[in-house]
């Protein structure tokens, strides 16, 4: 099973990986966790260039597809292939949100490069963490140092969010919307209801 999570910065995703992996593990599964942009060692020297140099639109797009390249044939389908759950932080839904949603790429352009990189593979299941984009910028605030994203204007976040709950609309069956602006413990129920209903 492949499982993604996406959402706005400061969402939330990463301060469920190790209960994520967890529930799985204490289910009898293997789990490989993973993120994007990264996942690989040129995948994280481009996460590197693509986080914190300026650069074009249309050249953030393309290293992100690069590096997603290298993702899937390192590390996604091996780990597939050999029975795992693989878990990853962010995959091509935060493309169709940040270069098209946020930086106004065409999703015609977008779904180019995706059906290019990986017609055949698709997430099983897609961990949206869903809140007000002021909530998560309050929580990142005090969290650490912005990277190119994180630096962008609210509206700029504003149209992220919109662009993944118009993903989540586009495919109702594998993106599963989490209220992200509630408690550690009741997203955490959440999470339980979905993944429940997964396996
Ligand atoms: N439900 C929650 N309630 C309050 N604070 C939270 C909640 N979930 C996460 N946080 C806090 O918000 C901050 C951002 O969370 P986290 O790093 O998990 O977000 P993220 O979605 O992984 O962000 P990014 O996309 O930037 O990696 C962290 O300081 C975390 O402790
Ligand atoms: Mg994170």
Known sequence: MFITLEGVDGAGKSSHLDWLKNW?????????????????????????????????PDTEALIM???????????????????????????TDASFAYQCGGRGLSESRLAVLE????????????????LPTEI?????????EPDRFEREKTD??????????????QFPQRIRVIDGSRDIESVRLQLTSVLESLT
């Open 24 to 56: 799985f593990e204490l289910r009898g599964h293997r789990v490989r966790m993973t993120r994007e942009p990264g996942g690989t060692p040129m995948g994280e020297k481009l996460r590197e260039l693509v986080l914190h140099d300026s650069m074009h």
């Open 65 to 91: 597809f690069a590096a997603r390249r290298e993702h899937i044939e390192q590390v996604i389908r091996p780990a597939l292939a050999a029975g795992e759950v693989v878990i990853s932080d962010r995959f």
């Open 115 to 130: 059906s290019w990189v990986h017609a055949d593979l698709h997430p099983d299941a897609t961990l949206l963490f869903d």
């Open 136 to 144: 998560a910028a309050q929580r990142l605030a005090s969290a650490r």
């Open 156 to 169: 700029f976040h504003a149209r992220v969010r919109a662009a993944y709950l118009r993903r989540a609309e």
